[in-house]
């Protein structure tokens, strides 16, 4: 059975592409709809990018007939739905007290729609807006959120693995420093990923653990190297973070992501590999810190001074960090490096930009540090991945569960959706950081509060 789908804005702005993604259902946007793309077109933003994209959408698909009367979605197919521009709505179906908004006109026409079809199709609601799919259930409309860029998050990938194993096969592992797949008697449903981190323990004795990496051209599992004089003063204070220093550090991988909340160490461990792959080892030219500028208030436009000054404040907990590791406060140490962040930055061996200056860039052989990738769609971090040079690694840290974009959440950020998505390749690696480690009581309000 058909369906006929009313989109709302939010659908349009996040993914323009939506558009041909609904199948043989007939689509409808309402003009109110239109209006309100029109209204985001002249913005400088992700969000005007893709208003811009909408309109070139229809533009093209008004060329083959009528918008209003419908238009086949895809003349390729010889069942498709049609897409159609719903004019007018009709406010009297609407309970008393709901205003003249876009949203409420979004609900009149779908409730138009549905009374004006009956049983012959269903007609649906699609909006990445909780409170207009609120109303429309209350209303007797079918509602939806947009499930096409959703990953189940329960089912997260951790990056890790625990394998249960006989004394024989642990060791073996301790005495060749690897074991084979074979050896390990896991079911042929059970998949290793490449890069993936693999917990080793008894079966009879849980608590004897070795760890390793899985490598998936030769099919083994790898003992897993300790980083004994740290990184910049950073030691890793758990098994995740040994991991995640690994990843960091590896060459061969050149996508790292690592998740985790408040306190877990992902952007301190990920600037500090960064600064010792730069200026210890020379592997790179350039570290390129970066964060979307995503305020909860005003843009930075509205503050005062030149354009440094306005981005301080949203990339002043990467200036932390640096400051952390540049004057040995981590340990207590003396200063590990005689030079400030400033004068790094002057010689051209550290950036920290906003993400809002990648754009159009190639960014070879710098390690490329991306902070806070939750608040990026999945089209902005495909624009970020495919600025990555030749040698260029590219690190993408954030908590998928503190979104702080409007059409996005724990399904369906940008970080979500490369960690889903590039778990099969080797040039790839991911980490899920669990324990806090910035100090008792930011661990304590972490759990707790």
Known sequence: MQKTFVLDTNILLSNPNSIFQFDDNDLVIPISVIE????????????????????????RLRT??????????????????????????????????????????????????????GDKRKVILVSKDANLRIKGDA???????????????????????????????????YAKREVTRESLSMGEDTKLYPNQYIYLHEKDDPNQKVFGVYD???EVVRMLDTYTEGVWGIFPRNTEQSFALEALLNDDIKVVTLSGGAG???????????????????????????????????????????????LNPWMQPVFDNLELLLSGGVTSRPKRFSKSYEELIKQGILAVEPLTYIRGRSLPNQYFIVDEAQNLTPHEVKTILTRAGDG???????????????????ENNGLTFVIERLKNSKLSAHVSLTKGERSELATLAAEIL
């Open 216 to 218: 998936s051209d030769s």
């Open 264 to 310: 877990t160490g992902k952007t301190l461990l990920a600037i500090a590999a960064g600064l010792h792959m730069t200026t210890d080892e020379d592997k790179y030219q350039k570290l390129l810190v970066s964060r979307p500028i995503f305020p909860l208030g005003k843009d930075v436009g509205f503050l005062p001074g030149d354009i440094d000054e306005k």
């Open 36 to 59: 309100e793309v029109d209204h985001f077109k002249k913005n400088q933003n992700e969000t005007g990018r893709n208003a811009r994209e909408v309109s070139r959408i229809l533009d």
């Open 64 to 117: 083959r007939g009528n918008l209003a009367k419908g238009i086949p979605i895809n003349e390729d197919k010889e069942n498709t739905g049609s897409i159609f521009v719903y004019i007018g709505h009709n406010s009297e179906l609407l309970p008393d007290g709901l205003n003249d908004s876009v949203d409420n006109n979004i609900l009149s026409v779908a409730l138009h729609i549905q009374k004006e079809q």
């Open 392 to 410: 260029t690694k590219v690190v993408l840290t954030g908590d998928p569960y503190q979104i702080d974009h409007a059409y996005l959440d724990s």
């Open 139 to 173: 209303l007797g409309l079918e509602a939806e959120n947009y499930e096409a860029d959703k990953m189940d998050i329960s089912h997260l990938y951790t990056g890790t693995a625990t394998v249960p194993v006989d004394a024989e096969v642990i060791n073996g592992f």
